[in-house]
């Protein structure tokens, strides 16, 4: 089956339709949907406490500074019940914040807008805490040709903004799933009885698709890269073992890409990036990021800016 005819099978969602499905999931989990009535249970504390006719303004502040991601979810979350809210977002995904700039502004009822903070809050703070760590290693590799890559050690049902969050911090996307690149892993590879034989069996039965192998070793290196695969990724290796496959790639397969993969922080990616290769592949920048500090502030009165 060639790509052609494998991506006619697979209708990809558009972003608009993944973030309404995941915005329904999330109110769902934290307002409570009761089935038989077909309606939200709702914020029962704000119902008892506040008036529901209260109009207030909303302003969405960084507590520190960093990279935004997320912007492109506060209008479609403050709206998902009430499109009379009036919402201003000031600042762009990518754009660099510091410890008090304004993202949003948002002008509705108290009860629309205390019914989606938390879900706004915990988004924006993951999504912008993945861009500012992607933006930091993106920083300390700037002066190669190394791209910071994405893993699939993502957040289930969140990886379309997880991805886009890496790219919002200079960073690149790997692939999306399984189902849209072939990367043969050590455990294929022992299966399969070598790295060479995996890839010869993936050229063959998918000609046109992108084949990646996975090496631990010069020995192993040396193997695939006999196969030719379209790119052949570097796990675990000392810094020396990758710059001699990258010497050794150079002078004989030069249109093979090199991946780095493994042992990969702030305090080992710049020797990796200088050794040569092509991309570095970081699962922690999406899976154990260090969420963004941004709050939500009410204030009562006061009209929104134009």
């Not at 209260?54 to 960084?62: E, F, G, H, L, N």
């Not at 196969?227 to 810094?239: E, G, K, T, Y």
Request: include cysteine; charged fraction near 30%; charge should be neutral.
């Amino acid at each position: 089956m060639t790509a052609c005819e494998r991506s006619a099978k697979i209708i990809e969602p558009s972003f608009e339709d993944r973030l309404k499905k995941l915005l329904k999931d999330a109110f769902d989990e934290d307002l409570g949907y009761d089935v038989k009535k077909g309606a939200f249970l709702g914020d029962i504390t704000t119902k008892t406490v506040l008036d529901e006719n209260t109009r207030v303004k909303a302003v969405i502040r960084a507590k520190e500074s960093g990279v935004l991601s997320g912007a492109n979810i506060i209008e479609p979350a403050f709206n998902f019940f009430d499109d009379n809210c009036e919402i201003a977002v000031l600042k762009s995904d990518g754009e660099r914040l510091e410890s008090g700039t304004i993202i949003a502004e948002i002008e509705g009822g108290i009860h629309t807008i205390l019914a989606a903070e938390r879900i706004v809050l915990n988004l924006l703070q993951r999504l912008s805490g993945i861009a500012t760590a992607t933006d930091n290693l993106v920083q300390k590799i700037s002066h190669t040709k190394a791209k910071l890559i994405d893993t699939r050690k993502t957040t289930p049902t969140l990886r379309f903004l997880e991805k886009q969050a890496v790219v919002h911090g200079g960073g690149k996307n790997h692939r999306f799933g399984l189902y849209d690149m072939i990367l043969i892993k050590d455990t294929h590879v022992s299966a399969a009885g070598g790295g060479d034989i995996a890839v010869k069996k993936a050229r063959e039965k998918y000609s046109s698709e992108k084949i990646e192998v996975e090496v631990q070793s010069l020995e192993e290196f040396y193997k695939a890269l006999s196969a030719n695969p379209d790119r052949i990724m570097l796990d675990n290796m000392s810094v020396a073992d990758m710059k001699q496959a990258v010497k050794i790639r150079n002078e004989r397969a030069l249109g093979i890409e090199l991946e780095a993969s493994g042992n990969v922080n702030e305090n080992t990616i710049t020797q990796i990036a200088e050794t040569g290769v092509d991309f570095i592949s970081v699962g922690a920048i999406t899976h154990s990021v260090k969420a963004l500090d941004i709050n939500l502030q009410i204030e009562k009165n006061k009209k929104i800016k134009k």
